[in-house]
């Protein structure tokens, strides 16, 4: 299907192995951000994707957009502009240390951006699904405005729209983020979410044990105040030896679908949940049943957890085999 992600690509600047940002003397470039992963990821999975943004017109912003069309992410709905793009340092935590990420990204392109900049007519011209995270209309109130009028148009357009909600309080208050939402989410057909999202905008205290069951009734509550067709989540906690486990949970008008508890080794926790949502939407276009695609997209998180950077660039065959195969470990001789 054709998927629109509805973004702002970032350059991410990490510190290699290990490092404090405080003694680095090298940092790592590459091309992220929440929706980027997302088109990326749904590429690599066989989707046809596109992406829409404001970006700076500057050599960053051309090489973001070669990054995209490298993996064959069509770049025809980039507006280009005068503005910065935005940065974010990231410090790969190491057992008790947790992963820091900072971001710069006041001034930037979509910061400056007006609601009036995106044309939907143009925009979402033979678009069947609409992706974007929270992350976006947190970035200004005309990007909640853009945010908004897009999911309006896709519903005049039978467009089907989803989100992953990526809440983020250093962009925003809980109080401003939740009156936004009230305006979003009734225009949503799935919404997605993960355990930080969720006990954030709630400003919840929930003890490690009871996260799952926490997320779990969350997610009912919100299919009983709005017209959702699911919600699904992705929990997840890592001890001090740097042993993860992930699972994901799926409410729909249906049931619920839980997937089973995947524990890795980790080698870089970043943009797991990005990978979740890339996995939820690539199993909605592929109409598999529920308990399959809460299952893939759970180890599709898992499996980025083992590869440094964003990205995994894990293939659909690539993850259902890992499924298949209980994740048994294969030595080619």
Known sequence: MNVLCFGEPLIRLATSAHERLEIARDLEISYAGAETVVAISLALQGESVSYATKLASNRLG???LMTLARYGVDTSRVIRSNDRMGLFYTERGRSIRSTIVTYDRSGTAMANASHEDFDWDRMLNGVEVFFFSGVIP???DEMTTACLEGLRACRGRGIRTVCDLNYRNTLWSRDKAQRAWGKLIPLLDVLIASEDDIISIDDAQVSGDDVFDYCLNWSRGLMLDYPLESVCFLARSMDRY???SFRGGLVNREGTFNSKTEVVSVSDISS???IFSAGIVHG?????????MIDYATMASAFKATVAGDLSF???TEIASLLAESVRPYFRQ
């Open 284 to 292: 909605e276009n592929s109409r598999w049943d529920p308990q399959f």
């Open 242 to 244: 740097d042993a993860a």
């Open 272 to 274: 797991c949940g990005s």
């Open 62 to 64: 051309t090489n973001a």
């Open 314 to 316: 894990a293939s659909e």
């Open 138 to 140: 947190a970035i200004s």
